[in-house]
């Protein structure tokens, strides 16, 4: 089954727009972490949130986490055209080691220019 | 400090042959995982490993799947007699041992089974 998954699955913005990604997950988490993917490439770690902490910034990402709700939102301000990407929430096991992580389906964004 | 590599990038075989896809984890770096991306999908999990050890490998497919990681060298995911259904991306990524919580992705071997 899905641990993650997020929605919208696409999602189509102008060029300094902001962009609000949703996960959704079913199982107690560690934490969750967003990773970005260009097309033909691998994945780059955008930001990693703990289950103690609500929010967190990095540049021009705000990430949320709502424990109760089991869901996290990713936002993107003032969009560029080089963040059109796949954008996938991702959660580790809550024992044992950090060993694998479980991915969403994605959300595919594109940024007008 | 260079980042996971993979190679080769682009694998074509036709059904019934072997596939051997090779990661380097970053410097430093003690543990390595292979995903599977099929077209429009997530990542799924396949198998972790640490030096000459395999700790999960749950996600690998019964048959026709290995994985290693030996004291020396590139880990390597091994696709034996391989058929149309394993056409995929396949993406490895390493962690260090005092972090594990962040996985660092290389770019990923794009197989095509003919």
């Known amino acids: 089954s899905q641990q993650g998954e997020e929605d919208p699955q696409a999602l189509s913005i102008q060029e300094g727009e902001n962009a609000t990604m949703n996960c959704s997950y079913k199982t107690s988490i560690n934490n969750l972490q967003w990773y970005r993917q260009n097309s033909g490439r691998g994945l780059v770690h955008l930001i990693l949130i703990r289950s103690n902490e609500r929010e967190k910034h990095s540049g021009r990402l705000r990430v949320t986490l709502d424990t109760s709700k089991k869901s996290s939102s990713l936002l993107i301000t003032a969009s560029r055209a080089a963040d059109t990407a796949s954008y996938f929430c991702?959660?580790?096991?809550?024992?044992?080691?950090?060993?694998?992580?479980?991915f969403g389906k994605g959300i595919t964004l594109s940024v007008r220019p | 400090n260079a980042g996971v590599m993979q190679n080769p990038r682009h694998l074509v075989r036709r059904r019934g042959q072997e596939a051997r896809l090779r990661c380097s984890p970053m410097k430093g770096h003690s543990h390595v995982y292979w995903y599977r991306q099929l077209p429009e999908e997530g990542l799924k999990f396949m198998v972790y490993?640490?030096?000459?050890?395999?700790?999960?490998e749950s996600g690998m497919p019964k048959e026709r799947f290995s994985a290693e990681f030996p004291k020396e060298g590139p880990s390597i995911l091994r696709i034996q007699q391989v058929v149309r259904g394993d056409s995929a991306a396949y993406f490895c990524?390493?962690?260090?041992?005092?972090?594990?919580?962040?996985?660092?992705f290389g770019p990923g071997t794009r197989l095509l089974v003919l």
């Open positions: 991702a959660t580790p096991p809550i024992t044992g080691a950090n060993s694998k992580l479980t």
């Open positions: 490993l640490q030096k000459e050890n395999i700790i999960d």
């Open positions: 990524a390493s962690s260090p041992l005092n972090k594990q919580e962040t996985q660092y």
